[in-house]
Nanobody
Framework: QVQLVESGGGLVQAGGFLRLSCQVSGRTLSRHAMGWFRQAPGLEREFVATISWSGGVTYYGNSVKGRFTISKDYAKSTVYLQMNSLKPEDTAVYYC??????????????WGQGTQVTVST
């Protein structure tokens, strides 16, 4: 059974940074691409970033490109999302997901419960 647990969310001022972590169970990292998505109230779930099972390929959503970085640590079975230069519009619940290397949420089979990120002005 694949389990994903996010952590690292919180309240930060605009211009600040946060690092989200996603602890994954079993051999998930070597079998699936991993992605981060976010959802703000009243909006659809938005693609943030994805990384291939090998770690050699990454893609980012246009709104975070150049500010966010996705990475993984096989030894710790953890995927990270480093978020720099945060903006109020980055405020959302951030979800970790495992599945295909894609920017569409329906290509991911497993999801975490989410972690709240709030960016204040």
């Amino acid at each position: 059974q694949v389990q994903l647990v996010e952590s690292g969310g919180g309240l930060v001022q605009a211009g600040g940074f946060l690092r989200l972590s996603c602890q994954v169970s079993g051999r998930t990292l070597s079998r699936h691409a991993m992605g981060w998505f976010r959802q703000a109230p009243g909006l659809e779930r938005e693609f943030v970033a994805t990384i291939s099972w090998s770690g050699g390929v990454t893609y980012y959503g246009n709104s975070v490109k150049g500010r966010f970085t996705i990475s993984k640590d096989y030894a710790k079975s953890t995927v990270y999302l480093q978020m720099n230069s945060l903006k109020p519009e980055d405020t959302a619940v951030y979800y970790c997901a495992a599945g295909a290397l894609a920017g569409s949420a329906d290509k991911y089979d497993y999801w975490g419960q989410g972690t709240q990120v709030t960016v204040s002005t």
